[in-house]
């Protein structure tokens, strides 16, 4: 006869199991591909900060720009973690909602509107 010495039930280990690959499966999905950014141009563009949540696991800008016919329209960029524009020199007093500034992106490959920000620029020339 075969003793099972294993303190925790078969069932339980099982249902463990199950947790763990249903929780790190949902973080593997979570995180999405960089391909719809062409990384191989740097646009530069300037309008009024409407929203920014600089924190992990991306920066989530929002910019009201003004298109050729002088109407405006709000953008949503992505960039960097926080800690990674951080270590580039930013500071959270360094802009906010209202503030002009230039962001450089990789545009999208399709064409729309969006980008990931690969540079900040502020009015007083600082860049990160």
């Known amino acids: 006869m075969r003793v099972n010495t294993n303190p925790v039930p078969v069932k339980v280990q099982l249902m463990l199991a199950f947790l763990f690959s249903v929780f790190f499966s949902v973080q593997v999905f979570a995180h999405h591909s960089a391909a719809q950014y062409d990384f191989s141009q740097m646009d530069p563009l300037t309008g009024k900060v409407i929203h920014v949540d600089i924190a992990n696991p991306h920066i989530d800008l929002v910019l009201e720009v003004e298109n050729d016919d002088g109407s405006v329209k709000e953008i949503q960029f992505e960039g960097h973690a926080r800690n990674n524009v ?3 020199g930013w500071r959270p007093d360094d802009f906010s909602e209202g503030d002009v500034i230039t962001i450089h992106i990789a545009p999208m490959r ?3 509107d969006g980008g990931y ?11 990160f």
């Open 86 to 88: 951080y270590r580039r």
């Open 117 to 127: 920000i690969q540079q900040f620029t502020m009015a007083d020339g600082k860049t």
């Open 110 to 112: 399709d064409g729309t």
